[in-house]
Nanobody, 124 residues
Framework: QVQLVESGGGLVQAGGSLRLSCAASGRSFSRYTMGWFRQAPGKEREFVAAISWNGARTYYADSVKGRFTISRDNAENMVYLQMNSLTPEDTAVYYC?????????????????WGQGTQVTVSL
């Protein structure tokens, strides 16, 4: 069992940056692939970024590639999402997720545990 708590969301102007954090509790954090997803009003939840259990592999949605960076600190049970050059299209609730499958890094919703989400709002 893994509990995930996101933080770091807020209101930012277009072109600005935010860093989201996800704190994981429970055992064996390093045995999970971690991902970030987002859901805008009226839209389906979508993949943003994912990182393998040891940080060696990272994956990004095309819409955020080059602007967002996912990272993790297994010693601290934390995963981060650095978001730069934000646009209003990035406005959404951002969710942290954990997947016990460490062989395949999923870019779909096939994750076992989810946080409650943190709101990111980007204004013009």
């Amino acid at each position: 069992q893994v509990q995930l708590v996101e933080s770091g969301g807020g209101l930012v102007q277009a072109g600005g940056s935010l860093r989201l954090s996800c704190a994981a509790s429970g055992r064996s954090f390093s045995r999970y692939t971690m991902g970030w997803f987002r859901q805008a009003p009226g839209k389906e939840r979508e993949f943003v970024a994912a990182i393998s259990w040891n940080g060696a592999r990272t994956y990004y949605a095309d819409s955020v590639k080059g602007r967002f960076t996912i990272s993790r600190d297994n010693a601290e049970n934390m995963v981060y999402l650095q978001m730069n050059s934000l646009t209003p299209e990035d406005t959404a609730v951002y969710y942290c997720a954990a997947d016990s499958n460490i062989v395949v890094v999923h870019t779909t919703l096939e994750y076992d545990y989810w946080g409650q989400g943190t709101q990111v709002t980007v204004s013009l």
